[in-house]
């Protein structure tokens, strides 16, 4: 069974950095041949995925709402994603979760989602002076 844990999460000043990792473990998981991708879930709000990075790629499809402040990649050898935003404001307070799913780059900002994906428990990023 797959399993990730995320992990990085804090309280962060506006316009500040944050790195926020998920590992993944499972047995006969091949981490590679899946797609990963970081949602975010506001107080109050529905959870939305935010980017999503592809299996045996470098590639990372970035939403227009952090595009240009976030930044997805993985190592595969390690079974770790990681996602970077920098220019923090107080909107991205937010639980973020990774999931992972072969296919997930193709459906992972479907409002529901079309299939059951595996989450990790999230955590949490609070951005406030």
């Not at 797959?2 to 006969?28: I, K, W």
């Not at 107080?43 to 976030?70: L, N, W």
């Not at 970077?84 to 979760?97: C, Q, R």
């Amino acid at each position: 069974q797959v399993h990730l844990v995320e992990s990085g999460g804090g309280s962060v000043q506006p316009g500040g950095f944050l790195r926020l990792s998920c590992v993944s473990s499972g047995f006969g998981f091949s981490f590679s041949g899946y797609g990963i991708a970081w949602f975010r879930q506001a107080p109050g709000q529905e959870r939305e995925g935010i980017g999503c990075i592809g299996a045996r790629t470098a590639y990372a499809d970035i939403v227009p709402s952090v595009k240009g402040r976030a930044t997805i990649s993985r190592d595969d050898a390690k079974r770790t994603a990681y996602l970077e935003m920098n220019s923090l404001k107080p909107e991205d307070t937010a639980v973020y979760y990774c999931a992972a799913d072969p296919l997930l780059c193709s459906f992972y900002t479907k409002r529901p989602l079309p299939v059951e994906i595996i989450f990790g428990r999230g955590t949490q990023v609070t951005v406030s002076s």
